[in-house]
């Protein structure tokens, strides 16, 4: 079993691109989050889904776009990068939010 | 939403001393998660606990829910330098988590 995986591993952009960050799991989990890491705040979720087809927004969703058309994969869309958004996202999924989460091993991304 | 402040922020210890990371939330906690995230990798689930005033320990490490659920304690005995890394806490409120800020341990051998 490969877990949580999650490509690319690091990923440089200019202002105003546009990408997809890719996370999928084959722990048959129905709740998968993203989340980004930056220095002194800890992780953030961004966006949350319990289930296929159903997603929602977290603390800070502003810039990025989820769906989850499979229980296998959650894929975050940066619309417009922007600097602000330089940060280490992290994937994770668990049985439900009240479990244990499991996490990704992290995109490391630049927004020059 | 929800905010759980943790402290303190950083810790150096010599290796063999104890070390204890808090976190407190102003409103009462449904559960509380710990997790543990070496340098350069990614959060790993430590434990959870549920019940008030709940104690859970794991070999060195011991876990403290408080009586009234607005707070919880990890405590280290006798650090060793496998232990360092930054421990999170986390409290889940409806279907999201909310992670306290970490505090990011340092054991000097």
């Known amino acids: 079993n490969a877990g949580v995986t999650q490509t690319p591993k690091f990923q440089v952009l200019k202002t105003g691109q546009s990408m997809t960050l890719q996370c999928a799991q084959d722990m048959n989990h129905e709740y998968m989050s993203w989340y980004r890491q930056d220095p002194g705040m800890g992780l953030r979720l961004i966006h949350y889904s319990v289930g296929a087809g159903i997603t929602d927004q977290g603390e800070v969703p502003n810039g990025y776009n989820v769906s989850r058309s499979t229980t296998e994969d959650f894929p975050l869309r940066l619309l417009s990068a922007a600097p602000s958004q330089t940060s280490v996202y992290f994937c994770?999924?668990?049985?439900?939010?009240?479990?244990?989460?499991?996490f990704g091993p992290g995109t490391r991304l630049t927004v020059t | 939403g929800q905010q759980v402040m943790q402290i303190p922020q950083y810790q150096h210890v010599q290796e063999g001393e104890d070390f204890t990371t808090y976190c407190n939330s102003s409103t009462t906690l449904s559960n509380i998660q710990w997790y543990k995230q070496r340098p350069g990798g990614h959060p790993v689930f430590l434990i959870q606990l549920v019940k008030s005033g709940e104690v859970k320990k794991q070999k060195r490490l011991t876990f403290q829910f408080g009586e009234a659920k607005k707070n919880s304690s990890l405590h280290i005995t006798a650090t060793q330098t496998t232990d360092v890394g930054t421990y999170f806490c986390?409290?889940?409120?409806?279907?999201?988590?909310?992670f306290g800020t970490g505090t990011s341990l340092t054991v000097i051998p």
């Open positions: 986390a409290e889940n409120t409806g279907n999201q988590f909310y």
């Open positions: 994770a999924t668990g049985k439900g939010p009240g479990y244990e989460q499991y």
